[in-house]
């Protein structure tokens, strides 16, 4: 009896062992890699297949996790060859179809297909990768091959910084730097220009009071000395006298030497513009003013003419002839050729404004 049920195990088990031998031609195991991602990057995923042996068709569904990723190509891999035709279907989300059919057969161990995945998720997120009803052919018989599966997962972690961005900061960098070296250069030249020639913009107004030092002025041997007078007659009126005061503003006094022509001291200050100076105290010897550098008042003033106007003192007042410039020289808003010249008149000299005080 004891042989009988030995003998019947035997037989079923060979039969088993049959049966097995003709459905399954062979086995193969299909492994999906894992991988790290970058928010808001892509992600390469590998389908790699150890222990094929001519392999002629082979499916299978990659269940992701449609919140992290979004598929986007499919290729062959390396181990699928030339001869190989690869489709594959992403229209439902979290599911992506593989189907491959080759005439070569597939053998040995490599990558089928990669897949590449658009990350959608944050960092810290992952997405477990898995293969669902993977079903594989040998290419003569079309017997159906024994397949095993291993899972794979694409974690996303900090932020990677594409090529692209990576160009971008390096040209705004170099652009920022050579803006940084161009605004010093300018501000370089502007401040040397500043220092050969001093601008003055100064409003409307007397400057301040001469500094009290004895000056000359004139012709030599005329001496102006500071003191402080009972009175301070206004000018223009009859010619300074010894110990007259010539400006209220100056307390200055006048001392003649013999047969020297008395010519009171005048000043030109600058109201509007820009000038070599911001303002010029004028002797008997007249003084050019225009743009040209050789001029005693120097105003740099494109509508002003290169000797525009001249000041000399006439004998009894201070004159302004317009010396046939382009655009004229008006006081106080009328255009002259010569004009005697009060205290407080405004001298128009292009777009300069002047103010005499005398």
Same mark, same amino acid.
Request: hydrophobic residues 45%; proline residues 8%; glycine residues 12%.
């Given at each position: 009896?004891?042989?009988?049920?030995?003998?019947?195990?035997? @037989?079923?088990?060979?039969?088993?062992?049959?049966?097995?031998?003709? $459905?399954? =031609?062979?086995?193969?195991?299909?492994?999906?890699?894992?991988?790290?991602?970058?928010?808001?990057?892509? +992600?390469?995923?590998?389908?790699?297949?150890?222990?094929?042996?001519?392999? %002629?068709?082979?499916?299978?569904?990659?269940?992701?996790?449609? =919140?992290?990723?979004?598929?986007?190509?499919?290729?062959?891999?390396?181990?699928?060859?030339?001869?190989?035709?690869?489709?594959?279907?992403?229209?439902?989300?979290?599911?992506?179809?593989?189907?491959?059919?080759?005439?070569?057969?597939?053998?040995?161990?490599?990558?089928?297909?990669?897949?590449?995945?658009? $990350?959608?998720?944050?960092?810290?997120?992952?997405?477990?990768?898995?293969?669902?009803?993977?079903?594989?052919?040998?290419?003569?018989?079309?017997?159906?091959?024994?397949? =095993?599966?291993?899972?794979?997962? +694409?974690?996303?972690?900090?932020?990677?910084?594409?090529?692209? =961005?990576?160009? /971008?900061?390096?040209? @705004?960098? @170099?652009?920022?730097?050579? /803006?940084?070296?161009?605004? +010093?250069?300018?501000? %370089?030249? $502007?401040?040397?220009?500043?220092?050969?020639?001093?601008?003055?913009?100064?409003?409307?107004?007397?400057?301040?009071?001469?500094?009290?030092?004895?000056?000359?002025?004139?012709?030599?041997?005329?001496?102006?000395?500071?003191?402080?007078?009972?009175?301070?007659?206004?000018?223009?009126?009859?010619?300074?006298?010894?110990?007259?005061?010539?400006?209220?503003?100056?307390?200055?006094?006048?001392?003649?030497?013999?047969?020297?022509?008395?010519?009171?001291?005048?000043?030109?200050?600058?109201?509007?513009?820009?000038?070599?100076?911001?303002?010029? *105290?004028?002797?008997?010897?007249?003084?050019?003013?225009?743009?040209?550098?050789?001029?005693?008042?120097?105003?740099?003033?494109?509508?002003?003419? %290169?000797?525009?106007?001249?000041? *000399?003192?006439?004998?009894? #007042?201070?004159?302004?002839?317009?010396?046939?410039?382009?655009?004229?020289?008006?006081?106080?808003?009328?255009?002259?050729?010569?004009? #005697?010249?009060?205290?407080?008149?405004?001298?128009?000299? %292009?777009?300069?404004?002047?103010?005499?005080?005398?």
């Amino acid at each position: 009896m004891r042989k009988h049920i030995i003998l019947a195990v035997l @037989c079923v088990g060979l039969g088993l062992a049959l049966f097995a031998s003709g $459905v399954w =031609a062979s086995s193969v195991t299909l492994r999906v890699g894992s991988v790290q991602a970058a928010p808001g990057g892509a +992600v390469d995923v590998p389908i790699q297949v150890q222990g094929a042996s001519n392999i %002629g068709a082979i499916q299978m569904v990659l269940v992701y996790d449609a =919140a992290v990723l979004a598929p986007e190509t499919v290729t062959r891999g390396p181990l699928a060859g030339s001869n190989a035709l690869l489709d594959s279907n992403t229209q439902t989300p979290g599911r992506l179809g593989l189907g491959l059919v080759t005439l070569d057969g597939l053998q040995g161990d490599g990558t089928l297909a990669t897949v590449r995945f658009k $990350v959608l998720g944050s960092a810290g997120q992952s997405s477990p990768l898995t293969l669902e009803k993977v079903e594989a052919w040998e290419k003569t018989s079309y017997a159906p091959v024994l397949v =095993a599966t291993e899972p794979g997962q +694409v974690t996303v972690g900090g932020a990677a910084i594409p090529t692209e =961005a990576l160009v /971008l900061l390096a040209v @705004c960098g @170099c652009g920022g730097l050579l /803006l940084v070296l161009a605004l +010093v250069l300018v501000a %370089g030249l $502007v401040m040397m220009r500043a220092r050969r020639r001093p601008a003055a913009s100064l409003a409307y107004g007397y400057p301040p009071a001469m500094p009290p030092t004895s000056q000359t002025y004139g012709y030599p041997q005329a001496s102006v000395s500071h003191a402080s007078p009972s009175s301070t007659p206004s000018y223009p009126g009859p010619a300074p006298t010894p110990g007259v005061p010539l400006t209220g503003s100056t307390q200055a006094y006048y001392t003649p030497a013999a047969g020297v022509p008395i010519a009171p001291v005048a000043r030109l200050v600058v109201a509007q513009g820009q000038a070599s100076i911001p303002y010029l *105290d004028v002797s008997a010897g007249g003084v050019i003013i225009g743009r040209d550098p050789a001029c005693g008042l120097v105003l740099y003033d494109p509508q002003a003419s %290169g000797q525009h106007a001249r000041l *000399d003192w006439a004998g009894h #007042a201070w004159v302004i002839r317009d010396l046939n410039s382009r655009n004229g020289t008006y006081v106080n808003g009328v255009r002259v050729a010569s004009q #005697a010249l009060r205290s407080g008149d405004q001298i128009v000299v %292009g777009q300069t404004v002047l103010v005499f005080q005398g």
